[in-house]
């Protein structure tokens, strides 16, 4: 979960610099659906929790493809969606 923070940090700062390549790749790797990922939201029982994950890293990979494009705004709306799901995951679940 850290490293969620810092992937959305590092992404931001690399927008900041126009590395726009890299940003996509940290979106891919730390935020995406690599098969990593995969596993260990399923592990977890709560069906809900499973699929926010999914549609979670789902927006991972699309906030990379829009960074691929260096299209600013396309890559903010898309980083927005993603931050949505770290939000909404939160608010509805809880240790
Ligand atoms: C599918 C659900 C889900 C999503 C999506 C999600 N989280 Fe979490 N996160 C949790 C749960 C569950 C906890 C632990 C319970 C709690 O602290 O309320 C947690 C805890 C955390 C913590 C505290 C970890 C610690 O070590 O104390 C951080 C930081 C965090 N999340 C960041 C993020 C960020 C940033 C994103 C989005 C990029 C994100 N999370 C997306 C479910 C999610």
Not at 19 to 45: R, T, W, Y
Not at 57 to 84: I, P
Request: hydrophobic share 40%; glycine share 6%; with cysteine.
């Amino acid at each position: 979960m850290r490293e969620h923070v810092e992937a959305i940090k590092s992404i931001v700062g690399l927008m900041a610099e126009k590395k726009f390549e890299d940003a996509s790749k940290v979106a891919h790797a730390k935020l995406g659906l690599i098969p990593d990922m995969q596993f260990m939201c399923n592990m977890f029982e709560n069906e809900n929790f499973r699929k926010l994950g999914f549609a979670f890293h789902r927006s991972g990979d699309d906030l990379g493809d829009a960074l691929k494009t260096k299209d600013v705004n396309a890559s903010l709306r898309a980083l927005n969606k993603t931050m949505e799901y770290c939000v909404t995951c939160h608010a509805s679940f809880r240790q």
